[in-house]
């Protein structure tokens, strides 16, 4: 399935951002779906993730200030991002996941992603 990620730019801190994921077909197909970024010079970090059944879970360094949704009329996936902050600076990319022994992963390769840069 492709996955293009938008909405990453530039914002002060404190801003906010929301990110958008457009998934090509259906994403009633896909069950699970979440976000991830990249910081530079650092591994991909799993930020959200939506189950499509109502689990949500986040990572502890978003939890508060980020929100995660589904769009399922348009295939869309969402991350609204509030009160952000220089440490979230990263390329975030949208993903299709899977869970492997409680674990979640990456079900694709990674898309282009998109940047936010978090600056004064």
């Known amino acids: 399935v492709e996955l293009v990620e938008s909405g990453g730019g530039l914002v002060q801190p404190g801003g906010s951002l929301r990110l958008s994921c457009a998934v090509s077909g259906s994403i009633l197909d896909i069950t699970y779906m979440g976000w991830y970024r990249q910081a530079p010079g650092k591994q991909h970090e799993l930020v959200a993730v939506n189950t499509g059944s109502g689990i949500i879970e986040y990572a502890d360094s978003v939890k508060g200030r980020f929100t995660i949704s589904r769009d399922n009329a348009n295939n869309t996936l969402y991350l609204e991002m509030n009160d952000l902050q220089p440490e979230d600076t990263a390329v975030y990319y949208c993903?299709?996941?899977?869970?492997?022994?409680?674990?979640?992963?990456?079900?694709?390769?990674w898309g282009q992603g998109t940047r936010v840069t978090v600056s004064s």
């Open positions: 993903m299709k996941m899977s869970r492997i022994n409680s674990d979640w992963q990456p079900f694709q390769s």
